[in-house]
Structure formats: structure tokens, C-alpha cells
């Protein structure tokens, strides 16, 4: 079998439009993945059939850590309702719950070639020097992913512009499978939903780098839970230049950090950056950013509050989990049936 990946071919799958998206519970979740992935969450659950999980098996391909696992799971379930994604709309569930991710899994890692895998940048930076020492869980991150997406034959995955890579790898692999296994149309070449003014949300700290959970500087990054004062401290000392605030979009070349101050406020004011310019131009960041912070304050708040709230109660919050566990297994378990039939395993 070749290592390149199978010309781009459109795909000939049928079945119905389905969304799927997940975040890891390696931390609390930040402004960026609110922004980049949650909001198109909750926007896509009037329109689509959704499926958001909390994907606990990625979360232990760097640090496990046992003692915490079980409530960081229970707080990322916890932000996504609380940002507004409604369990009676969508299914949310965790990763571990349904074991039709690892099956496929293991079936997508005989498919994918060592070569599409290597080219992978996010394992290369998360990886850093010491590639060799990384376990072989991270190395195959962008596999089980594949597999998320792929074990409910989801169309759709709303992400932020970070995870464009591993999508087209998704991609690549559902092609190979229905070339491999003769079973053409079979796995729908699912689709990166990624535009919107949020999809890249850099680090308060420093604007080259995007703004992350694995961030040892908790002041590079707006936590959900983050309460008016500490989002006011964070970006009074975001980083910024001695310039004022350009007047037009083509200002903001070569200065990555107010180029993201701009992108957060056009975002959490639901306006483009040139709306936000044409305020704005001129004018001092001493004015802009507290600004920014009422505004961010204004959106995170409620979520803050709805997030204390759920998890005060996990009981609840369980049955809500395990509910969405019968029905993601409920959607997997016929695509797994026609999986093993088409791979030819014992029945
Ligand atoms: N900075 C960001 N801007 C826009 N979108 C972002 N996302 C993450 N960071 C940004 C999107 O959030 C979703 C969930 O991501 P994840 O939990 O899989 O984590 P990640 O992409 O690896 O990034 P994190 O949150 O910073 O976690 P760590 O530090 O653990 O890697 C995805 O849709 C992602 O695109």
C-alpha cells in the first residue's frame, strides 16, 4: 500500500449531515477554545444533529493524571452546558464511555500510513525535543480522532484553526478505509467548520503563540472561570506595543498581540475587525482594554456562574453524561456492526 494519501476525491457519502466535536479535559477550558469551537457549538444545535463529547482518552497521551481526571471531565461537561449546549438538543457524553472509539481506533492505525503521521505539527510541537520520549498515545492522537468523528459517520466538526491539520487527516483516512475495503461512500469525508473570528486565539502573552490550556503561564490565557477582577488584571498586562490602535485592518501587520486584542473584542462583540478599528483607531490602549474586559466579562460571567452551579452537583451532572453515552452507543454500535462486517472479522 502507497504512504501518500489518497488523491481528494469528493465523497460519494449519502447518509445525513451529522456534527461531532470534543475537547480535552487537560484543564479548564480558556477564551480560545469558547471562542474557536464552543460558540459554534451551541449556533450549529439549532440547525444539526450534534454529538459533543468530552474526550478523556486523548486528555492521557501527555500527563495522566488520575486523581483529577473524573472531575476535569465532569467541568469541561459542565462549560459546555453552561455555555448554552443543551443536552436535550445534542448528546453529550465522554469519550471512555463509548468503546466504539477505541475499536475503530485500532482499525484507522492499520489504515493511516507512519508517513501522514509524522507530518503532523501539532505532535511536533507538543512532542518538542523529545519526540522519543512522548508516548505513543500522543504520536496517534490524530487516529483516535479520526475515529471520534468517524464512529458516527459525523459530516461536520466544528474546531478551532489548530486542529485544520488533523481534520484533513480525518479526511484521508475515511478515503483510504473506503478505498481499502472496497466499500466506496462508506465513511463521509468529514468537514473542518472553522471560519468565524475566533478560530485562532493567540496568547496574551505572547502573540505568536496560541492561547492554550497547557500554557504554564496562567496569565497568557482567559479561563472560563475567570472572575471580573483576574479578566481585568490579564489583559491590563496583555501584551501590547506604545502605538495607539491602528485605523484600518492593514495596521495590525507585524503586531501579532494587538492583532489578537482586536480579534478577541470583534469576536466577543459578534463584528469584524474593522468595525472594531473603525471605534477604536487612534485611540489609546489605556481606554481599549478595560474596554475589552467588560466585554469579556459580560460573556464569561453567566458561564462562570452556570459552571459552579452544575458541578455542585455531579450527581446530576452524571446522569446527564450517562444518558449521552446510551446515545452516542445507540448511533455507533450499527456503523460498528457494518465496520466489522466490511473488515471482515469473525462473527
Ligand atoms: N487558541 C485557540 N483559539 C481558537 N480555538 C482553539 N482551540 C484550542 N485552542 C484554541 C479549539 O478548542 C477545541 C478544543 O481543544 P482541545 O481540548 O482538543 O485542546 P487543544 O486544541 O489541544 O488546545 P488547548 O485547549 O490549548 O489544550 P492543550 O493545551 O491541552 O493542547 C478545539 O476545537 C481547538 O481547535
Known sequence: MSEAPPASTPSSYLGPARVFSGMQPTGGLHLGNYLGALV??????????????????????????????????????????????DPKKSVIFVQSAVLAHTELAWIFNCVARMGWLERMTQFKDKAGKHAERSSVGLFDYPVLQAA???????????????????????????????????APGFFPLPEPLIQGPGARIMSLRDGKKKMSKSDPSDASRINLTDDADAIAQ????????????????????????????????????????????????????????????????????????????????????????????????????PIMDDVRRIVGFWR
Open 40 to 85: 459554534k457549538f451551541v449556533r450549529l444545535q439549532d440547525t444539526q444533529d450534534c454529538i459533543y463529547c468530552v474526550v478523556d482518552l486523548h486528555a492521557i497521551t501527555a500527563d495522566a493524571n488520575p486523581a483529577t481526571l473524573a472531575q476535569q471531565t465532569r467541568e469541561v461537561a459542565a462549560a459546555y452546558i453552561a455555555a448554552g449546549v
Open 148 to 182: 471520534d468523528i468517524l464512529a458516527y459517520k459525523a459530516t461536520h466538526v466544528p474546531v478551532g484553526e489548530d486542529q485544520k491539520q488533523h481534520l484533513e487527516l480525518s479526511r484521508d483516512i475515511a478515503q483510504k478505509f473506503n478505498n481499502d475495503f472496497a
Open 234 to 333: 490579564k489583559l491590563k498586562r496583555a501584551t501590547t506595543d506604545p502605538h495607539p490602535l491602528p485605523e484600518t485592518v492593514e495596521g495590525l501587520e507585524g503586531r501579532p498581540e494587538v492583532e489578537n486584542l482586536i480579534g478577541i473584542y470583534a469576536a466577543l462583540a459578534n463584528v469584524d475587525a474593522a468595525a472594531v478599528l473603525a471605534e477604536w483607531g487612534g485611540k489609546g490602549f489605556g481606554a481599549f482594554k478595560p474596554a475589552l474586559a467588560d466585554l469579556a466579562v459580560a460573556r464569561l460571567a453567566p458561564i462562570a456562574g452556570e459552571m459552579r452551579r452544575l458541578t455542585a452537583d455531579p450527581a446530576a451532572l452524571d446522569a446527564i453524561l450517562r444518558d449521552g453515552a446510551d446515545r452516542a452507543n445507540a448511533i455507533a454500535a
